[in-house]
């Protein structure tokens, strides 16, 4: 079947450390994918867009990578502060003229 | 700054009453979408417009309508609630459908009993 999984446990790290969140997909072709982050209680909020033809975009302390052949993307936090804690969707168009969500991953990042 | 905007934040509805969810965004944006957010199941689309004038259904359409009133506009009703719609409903808007980013409404969570 076709579905975008992310890990539903969710991860802990130490301040300071690099967090690296998994977005995988079976039987899409996205030509985009797109990262957010929701906080409890709220909308999620934009964070980076990476195309089918891009490799890594970074953004300040964020960075993504988008292999279509291993259909994966990778969401690394460097440096990471209790600040960064919150739930990360990845979101991809699966053929669907508006894009699909995952389900999300945790991240706690313990001071 | 208000970006998307929806109203109510918080409604209970009482099995088989009706109400429109309301949402608009002052970016001039094309597209807007609605979704519906259930614990462990992410983010589901139920309805989007392309454009003024058009509307789609998404994944999970049954049991609702939505009208793109204006550009600036788009409603999200239901006719008959059903505890099955007990949900966080989110409304969103962007300058094009998959290759722009989405900006959120801050949500409305709906209780059906």
């Known amino acids: 079947s076709q579905k975008i999984e992310q890990n539903s446990e969710a991860l802990n790290i130490q301040e300071g450390k690099t967090a690296t969140l998994t977005c995988n997909y079976t039987?899409?072709?996205?030509?985009?994918l797109q990262w957010y982050r929701q906080d409890p209680g709220r909308g999620p909020v934009f964070l980076l867009l990476?195309?089918?033809?891009?490799k890594e975009k970074r953004k300040e302390r964020l960075k993504v990578t988008f292999d279509t052949t291993l259909k994966q993307s990778l969401f690394h936090i460097t440096a990471s502060q209790p600040a960064d804690s919150a739930t990360y969707l990845c979101?991809?168009?699966?053929?669907?003229?508006?894009?699909?969500f995952g389900s999300g991953t945790r991240l706690q990042v313990q001071p | 700054n208000a970006g998307v905007t929806q109203t109510p934040k918080f409604q209970v509805l009482k099995t088989g009453q009706s109400m429109t969810l309301q949402c608009a965004q002052d970016?001039?944006?094309?597209?807007m979408y609605w979704y519906r957010q259930d614990p462990g199941m992410g983010l589901r689309l139920i309805y989007y417009?392309?454009?003024?004038?058009?509307?789609d259904k998404g994944e999970v359409p049954n049991g609702y309508n939505v009208s793109r009133l204006n550009k600036r506009e788009f409603s999200l009703r239901l006719e008959s609630a059903a505890p099955s719609q007990t949900s966080v409903y989110f409304c969103?808007?962007?300058?094009?459908?998959?290759?722009?980013?989405?900006?959120f409404g801050q949500g409305t969570r709906l209780t059906v009993v």
């Open positions: 969103a808007s962007s300058e094009a459908l998959l290759s722009a980013e989405a900006f």
């Open positions: 039987n899409y072709s996205p030509a985009y």
């Open positions: 990476i195309r089918e033809n891009e």
């Open positions: 979101a991809l168009d699966t053929g669907r003229r508006a894009l699909t």
């Open positions: 970016m001039n944006h094309n597209s």
């Open positions: 417009s392309a454009s003024e004038g058009t509307t």
